[in-house]
């Protein structure tokens, strides 16, 4: 079935007419518009699928790509502790405002062969280039270091220096996992073609994390009646507390 599908999508890839950015057209596609969220879930990966087709004015190749998977966004707080008379006490602090919950880049080549550090600040090609732009202000930049590195251990934020393949001089594709743990909601992935060290080519697709069946109810539940839930949840563990102390009983 999967067999199937890759053919369908380099089918579409070369026949699907192509939206114009900049120098060149690029179809992007993607395997899963939807990633279904059950109690089982142990993560997956989403393949997204490229072509570029050059315009008369294209720069010659070779082209080199590189993909952006952003998720929703969310507050982060990174607190340093010490050590002060015997306790460990919080010391300093950051807050990273509107960080995505998932950040991933991918690229066909590492990205100090095929870009400029300029192009890394402005497409943001960077962990840190990233945790210094929504960082506030006020608090210390030294903490953007652990901040990168608690993110990366819990799989929020992926380098792939060979993640994007290239299976001709114009067709790609990239293979995104999506972690147990990915936070519901919409999730854009965006593919840079890059020559001569500048983005000539520039589109977009997308995909959502849902969760579905009964877990997608007790989650809306718990958002939109916070009060109800914590009831339900207090006579939840009541009633399994009476359950388990009748049956020891006997």
Known sequence: MRHLFVLLAMMVLFLAPAA??????????????????????????????????PGQSATDGPYSVVVLVQGPSSDWVVREKER???????????????????Y????????????????????????????ALTRQGDDTSNLDSEFVRLMRSAGNFIEGERGVVMHSATTFSARVPVASNAVNGLYLARALIIADGKVVGETTTRFTVRTQGFERYVANLARSNPVLYGLATI???????WLGGVLFKR
């Not at 114009?20 to 997956?44: I, T, W």
């Not at 010391?91 to 509107?98: E, R, V």
């Not at 400029?116 to 962990?127: I, N, T, W």
């Open 84 to 102: 002060q008379g015997g306790l460990v006490l919080n010391s300093a602090s950051a807050h990273y405002t509107q960080t995505p919950s998932y």
């Open 235 to 241: 006579l939840l563990a009541l009633g399994t507390g």
């Open 104 to 131: 991933a880049i991918l690229s066909s080549s590492p990205l100090a062969q095929i870009v400029s550090p300029e192009v890394v600040d402005k497409q943001r090609l960077s962990f840190a280039g990233l945790a």
């Open 20 to 53: 114009a950015q900049d120098d060149v057209n690029v179809v992007f596609v993607n395997s899963d518009p939807v990633v279904a969220v059950h109690s089982n879930f142990r993560g997956q990966t989403v393949t997204l699928f490229g072509n570029i087709e």
